[in-house]
């Protein structure tokens, strides 16, 4: 199983970038994607997540300026991240969500896409 998260890069304050998820190992369109982002020196958090069916959630510090979605057919799922601010800078990790009774586990974080915000 491998997801590889890239498109990220230095950007300004207010710019956009597109993060892309590239899926493989796994039947993709069955599972919840999310993008999960950690700053140096935080822990890492849910950005957003997009369900099998389409189903979106999003953390409220992005509601708004990011959107997610999917393409099954391409077993990619897109970050759209508009109106950037200097606190969205962090190392962005996608991963296929898997929820069992005993709890909800991940597979292998990799490297991740760094983004930069300039202000």
């Known amino acids: 199983v491998q997801l590889q998260a890239s498109g990220g890069g230095l950007v300004q304050a207010g710019g956009s970038l597109r993060l892309s998820c590239a899926a493989s190992?796994?039947?993709?369109?069955?599972?919840?994607i999310v993008w999960h982002r950690q700053a140096p020196g935080k822990q890492r958090e849910l950005v957003a997540g997009?369900?099998?069916?389409?189903?979106?959630n999003y953390a409220d510090s992005v509601k708004g300026r990011f959107t997610i979605s999917r393409d099954n057919a391409k077993n990619t799922v897109y970050l759209q991240m508009n109106s950037l601010k200097p606190e969205d800078t962090a190392v962005y990790y996608c991963?296929?969500?898997?929820?069992?009774?005993?709890?909800?586990?991940?597979?292998?974080w990799g490297q991740g896409t760094q983004v930069t915000v300039s202000s």
């Open positions: 997009i369900s099998s069916g389409g189903s979106t």
């Open positions: 190992g796994i039947t993709f369109s069955s599972y919840t």
């Open positions: 991963n296929a969500e898997r929820v069992y009774y005993s709890g909800t586990y991940y597979y292998d």
